[in-house]
Nanobody, 119 residues
Framework: QVQLVESGGGLVQPGGSLRLSCAAT????????MRWYRQVPGKQRELVAY???????NYADSVKGRFTISRDNAKNTVYLQMSSLRPEDTAVYFC?????????????WGQGTQVTVSS
């Protein structure tokens, strides 16, 4: 069984920084895509950042230049470094991975971590 354990959320003032981590544990052969999403009440979950197995990254326009996604393949962990945070970045952040187990790919989600940007 595979689990994603997120950490790093919290309360931060506008202009501040936070670093989210998401570690995948269990019987994993390899991981393809790793992503961060966010969701606010009453709205659809939004893709924030994406990184593939080759290190290619992509970002939502709203976070370009402020957020950086990275991964440590040896630790099966994905990170989201968030800087210059704004009140509109307030949301629950979820990590997602597409991981191979026993010859097949599966989608896995983290439990979510709250990020609140407020003075």
């Amino acid at each position: 069984q595979v689990q994603l354990v997120e950490s790093g959320g919290g309360l931060v003032q506008p202009g501040g920084s936070l670093r989210l981590s998401c570690a995948a544990t269990g019987s994993i052969l390899s991981i393809d895509d790793m992503r961060w999403y966010r969701q606010v009440p009453g709205k659809q979950r939004e893709l924030v950042a994406y990184i593939n197995s080759g290190g290619f990254t992509n970002y939502a326009d709203s976070v370009k230049g402020r957020f950086t996604i990275s991964r440590d393949n040896a630790k099966n962990t994905v990170y989201l470094q968030m800087s210059s945070l704004r009140p509109e970045d307030t949301a629950v952040y979820f990590c997602y991975v597409n991981a191979w187990r026993s010859g097949s790919p599966y989608d896995y989600w983290g439990q979510g971590t709250q990020v609140t940007v407020s003075s």
